[in-house]
């Protein structure tokens, strides 16, 4: 078995040395210090506040720093019943967040970057009262946390290949 497992880890290192040029997205010359500089502003309300903070985080934002860019992003929400009972009270709800956000830059306003994101989750709801209204939060705070993982994704893969900056539409 031994050998085996020793045929395996040679015949997967010489797989994976044939995989010339790569490179992880972060080690891309100023990604991470690129979204470290990205000042977020979001609606109010409970998803504006909970995908800002979800941004801040993922973008690991350096509140010392002068901000390079500013993102505006403006929210879509939506609540669909998808399971009803006989008595036609939903059971199950779905959940949709669309996030549209605009990257300029800092100094000039220029816009830079553009897009949209969508996140579509279904969630439980309850006979009681609390707990249909935590479940609901619940769904709010999973969307803006993967939307904001899209995001940066996004960014991420803007930043790594040249970031050019685009004419205001």
Partial sequence: MSR???????ASTLALSGCAGFQPLYAQPNVVSSLAAIHVNAP?????YLIRQH???A???DHSAAPAYTMDISLGE?????GVRIDNVAT???YVLTASYVLRESKSGATAKQGQVRVELTYDSADQPYASIAAQQDAQD???DEAARRIEMELSVWLANG???????
């Fill in 142 to 144: 999973r969307a803006a």
């Fill in 92 to 94: 199950r709800y779905e």
């Fill in 4 to 10: 085996f497992l020793a045929l395996a880890l040679v």
């Fill in 78 to 82: 939506a609540r669909y019943p998808r």
């Fill in 59 to 61: 973008f690991a934002k």
């Fill in 163 to 169: 970031a050019k900056v685009a004419s205001a539409k």
């Fill in 44 to 48: 109010g309300g409970r998803t504006g």
């Fill in 55 to 57: 941004l801040d985080d």
